[in-house]
């Protein structure tokens, strides 16, 4: 779902200043003036990033990008800057044009700039020109300054970064790893990683806004994006206009991160009957086709699993990891975030996998969905940074190993990987500053959409975060499975009830539930 970053800026910090930001205990950060408005030096975006929008629409301004200074630490503004490179797409349409709408990606990591070339064209057509269209890459992202643990390979490793128990639920590498990070991060990540947070990107976006010269920005976030929208609507309600929460997780202060890892085994007994249905269908060719009922598909995807536990299969391209238990059952959750079920879509990848590993001898000749080297050293940080930085975890050993045995036996699709332990039961100093807590204080000014099967942010957090926020929002259900849902899963009343509210500001008198598509 998520490209990863690729090119690094530095930002050279004093020893000093590292060490004062690695050792300072959490506490409320002040809120700082707002500065001298900030001009932006927009220019054309290089040219790989504008091409992606090629083509969509009549007169498509090339979108721009600028670099955005801000502070390294809020409570110090003259200190040390961090740049952040922003993004916009300017309306098509000046007379229809009634503000600036930003784009949040998903994450921790996921690249604004990114998303915005991705969807910034299909947006502004659906709004009819109504907004100058922006987005900014976080602190860590894309052309933002970066910092990295300097983590191994193995490390980083997708199913090693997240923390799948080994055979049998046994956490003794989980726990060693997560130590080896959390040490490597405190070593290496300098006062960069530890600015790594939600609130820090909140303020970030604040002080974008200022730069544009806006009163209030619209918003669409997506994912992680719509916990960052909520701290910003909590924290700067005055400046929100039109917010838009796509795919939210439970905003509970004293969990953020952990909850949304251990709602993912919710998610995945959600969606999985959507995927063996498919997986059964009489119409399914033979290297497609798991089992002859969707009940025999679970059967044998946990067998299938088991198995590559005890003896991993090599792919014929030696590039790649080898498929073992735990990258298939990661497969599996990254098929499900996607709508998936064509023929050449994420279902049948996933499913190719479970038939040849179980029908086939030798090196696996099929595609392998997930990636074939490590997850970059920039996107590993600002993922571990952001959960650590934002939140205290719980210390002790014990009780993760007890939490994984207890989900493993419930949710087996997931085996225990919801309830593990993360480099931050470990992190040097702790959260930097106490978790926002989300309320109904403010504007009634928020719509949010959620599919009904989604597997990485299930429905269950989304009633919280609806909870949470009270009369200030409205929630569009969408009879659907995937992740993301507005431009994304093609239902017609659910991508209707959002385009309604940003172009006319209106929104359901209460909340809705959008029928399935037909198949």
Not at 148 to 168: F, I, K, S, V, Y
Not at 180 to 190: E, K, M, N
Not at 474 to 485: N, P
Not at 489 to 503: K, P, R, S
Request: with cysteine; hydrophobic share 35%; aromatic share 6%.
């Amino acid at each position: 779902m998520r490209s990863f970053p690729r090119k690094a800026l530095l930002l050279t910090l004093s020893a000093t200043a590292c060490a004062a930001a690695l050792t300072a205990p959490a506490q409320a950060r002040p809120q700082t003036p707002e500065p001298k408005p900030t001009t932006l030096g927009w220019k054309p975006c290089d040219q790989p990033r504008a091409n992606t929008d090629a083509g969509r629409g009549t007169g498509a301004p090339t979108r721009e990008c600028a670099t955005l200074s801000v502070p390294l630490d809020y409570a110090a503004p003259g200190g040390p800057q961090v740049d952040i490179a922003v993004a916009r797409l300017r309306s098509d349409r000046p007379e229809a044009r009634r503000g600036t709408l930003l784009v949040i990606p998903g994450g921790p990591g996921g690249s604004g700039r990114d998303r915005l070339a991705q969807k910034g064209a299909e947006l502004r057509e659906r709004t009819g020109g109504a907004y100058d269209i922006v987005s900014l890459d976080p602190r860590g992202v894309g052309g933002s300054s970066k910092a990295d643990c300097r983590l191994t390979a193995d490390d980083r490793e997708l199913t090693h970064l997240r923390p799948w128990p080994g055979p049998g639920g046994d956490i003794t590498e989980n726990v060693a790893r997560a130590r080896r990070v959390a040490d490597a991060c405190a070593r290496d990540g300098g006062a960069l990683l530890r600015s790594f947070s939600t609130a820090n990107e909140v303020r970030d976006i604040d002080r974008f806004r200022q730069a544009l010269g806006e009163e209030k920005l619209s918003a669409w976030g997506v994912s992680y994006g719509t916990y960052v929208a909520a701290v910003y609507a909590q924290k700067y309600p005055e400046h929100t206009d039109r917010w838009v929460l796509d795919s939210s997780g439970d905003p509970d202060p004293s969990r953020v991160a952990r909850g949304w890892a251990a709602n993912m085994a919710f998610g995945a007994e959600d969606r999985f009957p959507d995927f063996a249905r498919w997986a059964a269908d009489p119409a399914r060719d033979k290297a497609h086709r798991v089992a002859g009922s969707a009940a025999d598909v679970r059967r044998e995807f946990l067998a299938v699993a088991a198995e590559l536990d005890a003896r991993p299969r090599e792919f014929q391209d030696a590039d790649h990891f080898p498929l073992t238990g735990n990258r298939l059952r990661q497969a599996l959750i990254q098929a499900f975030d996607s709508e998936g079920t064509g023929e050449d879509g994420t279902f049948a990848t996933v499913s190719a996998l479970i038939v040849a590993a179980r029908d086939t001898t030798g090196p696996l000749t099929v595609r392998d969905l997930l990636p074939a080297g490590p997850v970059p050293q920039d996107q590993a940080a600002v993922m571990v940074g952001t959960i650590c930085n934002d939140v205290d975890w719980p210390r002790s050993v014990g009780s993760y190993a007890r939490n994984v045995a207890v989900d493993r036996a419930r949710h087996p699709l997931t085996a225990g990987l919801p309830a593990g332990i993360f480099p931050c039961a470990f992190w040097k100093g702790g959260a930097t500053e106490k978790p926002t807590r989300v309320t109904p204080k403010g504007p009634s000014n928020i719509l949010m959409i959620q599919n009904l099967r989604d597997p990485s942010t299930p429905h269950r957090g989304a009633l919280k975060m609806r909870e949470a926020f009270g009369d200030r929002a409205r929630l569009v259900t969408v009879d659907a499975g995937g992740h993301g849902s507005y431009l994304r899963n093609g239902n017609a009343c659910g991508d209707e009830a959002v385009t309604t509210f940003l172009t006319k500001g209106t929104r359901p008198a209460q909340d809705k539930t959008c029928e399935a598509e037909p198949a």
